[in-house]
């Protein structure tokens, strides 16, 4: 078998960020389907709901700052290896993963600023978007979770290639976004 192959690798910063936003969304996912079917008036609801909110903040954030790292910084080339379509489709992929986690994070802030619960950072009011409007906060509430599903089949997809490109290609891909001296 082939031994791995070195290749320049992405900065600390964008490291350490992609992998603090991956723990957050995955927490979200798990924090989100569980709390939904949690008794509804329970104070166990209004816990795993507010915590949902806050870890959403954070994912935000770094989101956000994912976005801005990664396009102030141009991404190491890829090995060359790596066949024309499969680049074209990590460039896509990775569009379109962006823009899911965008819009995870809008739905999810408009469905509580339609509801009076609010927007919440562990226990802080945040500014909401809107008013009290059940219907509305449904339609926001469908929106999110159509959006997550789809976040997370995005995000098995990602995680499978990333585990080709470790385990079959062994083209060094998976070992750019790990910790470590950059070597290119
Ligand atoms: C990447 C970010 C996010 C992910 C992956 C995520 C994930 C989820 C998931 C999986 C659910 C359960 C959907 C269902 O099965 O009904 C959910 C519900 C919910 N999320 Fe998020 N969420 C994110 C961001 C946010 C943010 C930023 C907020 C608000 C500040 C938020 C507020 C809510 C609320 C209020 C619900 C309950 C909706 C309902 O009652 O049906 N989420 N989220």
Redesign the pocket.
């Known amino acids: 078998m082939a031994a791995p192959v070195a290749s320049p690798r992405h900065g600390g910063a964008i490291v350490v960020v992609h992998w603090l936003a991956a723990i957050?969304?995955?927490a979200?996912?798990?924090?989100?389907?569980y709390?939904?079917g949690v008794p509804v008036r329970t104070p166990a609801r209004g816990y795993y709901?507010n915590l949902?909110?806050?870890?959403?903040?954070v994912?935000?954030v770094l989101?956000a700052a994912l976005i801005a790292l990664r396009s102030m910084h141009r991404s190491p080339p890829l090995p060359g290896s790596m066949p024309a379509w499969e680049r074209r489709a990590a460039v896509l992929g990775h569009g379109i993963l962006y823009l899911f986690?965008l819009l995870?994070?809008?739905?999810?802030?408009?469905?509580?600023?339609f509801?009076r619960?609010g927007?919440?950072?562990f226990g802080i009011p945040?500014p909401h978007w809107g008013w009290d409007d059940v219907a509305l906060?449904?339609r926001?509430?469908?929106a999110?979770?159509v959006?997550?599903?789809v976040?997370?089949a995005l995000i098995v997809v990602h995680a499978a290639a990333a585990l080709k490109h470790l385990l079959v290609d062994r083209d060094g891909v998976f070992q750019r976004m790990l910790p470590g001296r950059r070597n290119g």
Do not use: Q
Request: no cysteine.
């Open positions: 957050s969304i995955l979200l996912l798990a924090i989100g389907w709390m939904v709901y949902h909110k806050s870890l959403g903040i994912a935000a989101i986690m995870a994070v809008v739905t999810g802030y408009l469905t509580p600023s509801s619960y927007p919440k950072l945040l906060r449904e926001f509430a469908d999110h979770r959006i997550t599903y976040l997370a």
